[in-house]
Nanobody, 123 residues
């Protein structure tokens, strides 16, 4: 069973930084495109950032461009979200998503979610 597990959330002052980690239990981590989503209270879950299987392609929501970065370490089965210049509107539960990209594996398109980690930005 592929299971992403997030960590690194917490309380941070406006303008501060935080790094989230997501460790994925799988033997084929490099087959998974990874993404971070977030859900603020009373709002729908939204995509924050994505990273390709090899880490050479990334995408970000407009709201976090220039402030957040995403990276992965395929030797550690881990994806990171570095969040800088945090704002109160970044307060949310952040979820890690793993989506299988191996077309011939029989698992293509299967995706798995972590349980989330709470980030609270206070002023």
């Amino acid at each position: 069973q592929v299971q992403p597990v997030e960590s690194g959330g917490g309380l941070v002052h406006v303008g501060g930084s935080l790094r989230l980690s997501c460790a994925v239990s799988t033997f084929t981590f490099s087959a998974y495109g990874m993404a971070w989503y977030r859900q603020a209270p009373g709002k729908e879950r939204e995509l924050v950032a994505t990273i390709s299987t090899t880490g050479d392609r990334t995408n970000f929501a407009d709201s976090v461009k220039g402030r957040f970065s995403i990276s992965r370490d395929n030797t550690q089965n881990t994806v990171y979200l570095q969040m800088n210049s945090l704002k109160p509107e970044d307060t949310a539960v952040y979820y890690c998503n793993a989506r299988n990209q191996a077309i011939l594996s029989g698992y293509y398109g299967m995706e798995y979610w972590g349980k989330g980690t709470l980030v609270t930005v206070f002023s």
